[in-house]
C-alpha cells in the first residue's frame, strides 16, 4: 500500500522550526509527501529525512511560494513546469515563475504536486485562473493520462461545493468560492478525475484550511481546498482518503489517499 500526503505548510521553515513536520512525518511516516507553499530554496531549510528524496520548486522569487515532493520511492523522471501557451504574468508577478506545479513520474502514475494561485481579496486574479491557470492545468492532466493515469494534489484555492465550506451563503462571491473557481473543479471532475475524498466521505463536512481571524480554526469554521484527485482508472486503486485536522503548523492540514498499486 502507497501512502501519498499532501501539505500546504505555510512556510516550510516556519513548519520545521515548530517541529511539527518532524512530528507529522515520524507519526504518518508517508512513503511520498508533496508540499505546497515552502517559501523556501534548498539549503535555505533545516531539512533532516535521511530516508526521503527532496525534489524542488521554488519561486524566482525569494520566501514566497513554491513546492517540494519529498519521497521515499526515487521517480523515474521529474519536471517542474506547467506547459502553457500564453504570457500568465501580471502586475502580482509570473505565476509559472513561482514553483506552483511539479511532476514526478513513478512507474504506473504521474503524480502531479499543485499550488493553485490565489484569486486575492478583490477577485484581481479571477480572470487568470478562469481564463488561463485552470485550463492549462486541465489541458497539462490529460495530456500525461495519454501515458499514464494521474494523481494529482495539493492546494487548489477553491471549495468545490457548499458542503466544502462551513459558511457558503456568506462567501459566494468571496476568493476561493466564486462560480468560476468552483467551475474550474468541476471541469477536472468531468474530464475523468475523481475527488478520493468525496469518494469514500460524500457528505461530511471537513475541513483543510482554516483563517487567522476570529478563532476559525477553534470554531472549525474552514473550508476544504485542499484535494487529491485521481484518473478514473485508478478510482478502485483507492483505498482511503483522510484530512488530518488535528496537526499543527500552518493555517492547513494534512490530507492523504492510500493507493493499492
Known amino acids: 500500500m502507497l501512502k501519498i500526503y499532501s501539505w500546504n505548510v505555510n512556510g516550510l521553515r516556519a513548519v520545521l522550526n515548530k517541529g511539527a513536520l518532524q512530528e507529522f512525518i515520524a507519526a504518518e511516516q508517508p512513503d511520498i509527501l508533496c508540499l505546497q507553499e515552502t517559501k523556501a530554496k534548498p539549503g ?3 531539512v533532516d529525512f535521511p530516508e526521503y528524496e527532496e525534489l524542488w520548486n521554488s519561486a524566482e522569487r525569494p520566501g514566497y511560494s513554491g513546492t517540494a515532493i519529498f519521497t521515499k520511492i526515487k521517480p523515474l523522471s521529474l519536471a517542474n513546469i506547467l506547459p502553457a501557451e ?3 504574468a501580471d502586475q502580482f508577478g509570473d505565476p509559472l515563475a513561482e514553483g506552483r506545479v511539479q511532476t514526478a513520474e513513478y512507474d504506473k502514475f504521474y503524480l502531479v504536486n499543485i499550488y493553485t494561485p490565489n484569486s486575492k481579496r478583490g477577485l484581481e486574479r479571477l480572470s487568470l485562473r ?3 491557470w485552470d485550463p492549462a492545468v486541465r489541458k497539462y492532466l490529460k495530456k500525461l493520462e495519454e501515458t499514464k493515469p494521474v494523481v494529482v494534489c495539493g492546494d487548489f484555492n477553491a471549495a468545490h461545493t457548499e ?3 462551513a459558511r457558503p451563503a456568506a462567501n459566494r462571491h468571496n476568493a476561493g468560492f466564486t462560480d468560476e473557481e468552483r467551475q474550474g473543479i468541476t471541469n477536472l471532475l468531468d474530464s475523468g478525475l475523481v475527488d478520493t475524498f468525496r ?3 460524500p457528505d461530511e463536512q471537513r475541513y483543510t484550511w482554516w483563517s487567522h481571524w476570529g478563532h476559525a480554526r477553534e470554531n472549525n469554521v474552514g473550508w476544504r481546498i485542499d484535494y487529491f484527485f485521481v484518473s478514473e482508472s485508478l478510482r478502485d486503486k483507492i483505498k482511503s482518503a483522510e484530512i488530518y485536522e488535528n496537526y499543527m503548523g500552518s493555517d492547513h492540514c494534512p490530507v492523504s489517499i492510500e493507493l493499492d498499486i
Open 44 to 46: 535555505q531549510a533545516e
Open 86 to 88: 500564453a504570457d500568465f
Open 130 to 132: 478562469e481564463k488561463l
Open 163 to 165: 458542503i466544502d465550506l
Open 199 to 201: 469518494t469514500f466521505h
